[in-house]
């Protein structure tokens, strides 16, 4: 297992096999909470991961039992004395590593333990499949602080809704996984025990698929919730014919038809 060292201590753990790239949020003493240094770690690895050809999925958990108690207190106490533009480019930050992942080329998975908080929230709105302990809580409690849920916003607004955001970042209630998967933001939940096995599956049902494919699809996603309905016409067609000529494309039908792997399951 390999630590990537962007501070004084390994704040994300990067282990990679069969293809599956596993990050570890690797700071349990302060509940893995999102600092600089580990929001810099984390896309230091995205990048590592990003163009590898030889990795097809990306799983994230947090260590010791907890995903993720959101933006690190401390490091937002240090704003407090950052000048305007100091503070904009923590917040920058912030979004370079939301962006990154929803973006991401390949499938993201993210395994929730315990509970996601705040900052955290916005790692789980732009993953591709959320699996998460049934007891695990969540909260968006930035306005508890005086803090606004600012960055994360265009990404969870994108995944769960204007109606169930404004009820959650203004309320700042807690909820539990349960009501997570109802409003889009967890897609499974069950029993801690039972979840290994689970992202195990699930990161075989990903490998299974042409990765180009995969890529172009997620892009295809993004760019639909980003413009109006008379250019998704273009995006559309665009897409699906591109596919239906590409050498994936070509070997991914030829293989169903010949009723053998594709080459990307060799």
């Not at 060292?5 to 790239?21: A, D, H, R, T, Y």
């Not at 000529?245 to 060799?266: D, I, Y």
Request: aromatic share 6%.
């Amino acid at each position: 297992m390999a630590s990537l060292e962007c501070s004084i201590k390994p704040l994300v753990e990067l282990n990679q096999s069969n293809g599956i790239s596993r990050l570890l949020l690797n700071d349990p003493t302060k509940r893995n909470a999102l600092s600089k240094g580990m929001l810099s770690c984390l896309i230091k690895a995205l990048n590592k991961i990003k163009d590898d050809e030889r990795q097809k999925v990306v799983v994230i958990r947090g260590a010791e039992g907890v995903f993720s108690s959101g933006a690190d207190l401390q490091w937002m106490q240090e704003g407090l004395n950052q000048t305007k533009e100091q503070n904009l480019a923590d917040a920058n930050l912030f979004y370079e590593a939301f962006e990154l992942l929803n973006n991401f080329p390949k499938p993201v998975i993210i395994w929730v333990e315990r509970y996601a908080m705040g900052g955290a929230l916005g790692l789980l709105a732009t993953a591709d499949y959320v699996v998460s302990d049934k007891d695990a809580r969540m909260a968006f409690s930035e306005v508890k602080l005086g803090l606004v849920p600012a960055t994360i916003a265009p990404f969870v607004i994108n995944k769960i809704g204007n109606s169930h955001a404004r009820a959650l970042m203004l309320s700042a209630a807690s909820f539990t996984a349960k009501k997570a998967r109802q409003i889009g933001l967890v897609h499974e939940i069950m029993a801690s025990k039972d979840i290994p096995a689970r992202i195990d599956e699930l990161c075989e049902a990903f490998k299974g698929n042409g990765p180009q494919a995969m890529a172009t699809t997620k892009q295809l996603i993004n760019q639909m919730s980003q413009v109006s309905l008379s250019q998704n016409k273009e995006t559309c067609t665009s897409a699906i014919a591109e596919a239906r000529s590409s050498a994936e494309g070509v070997e991914g039908v030829k293989a169903f038809f010949e009723k053998r792997l594709a080459e990307w399951n060799k």
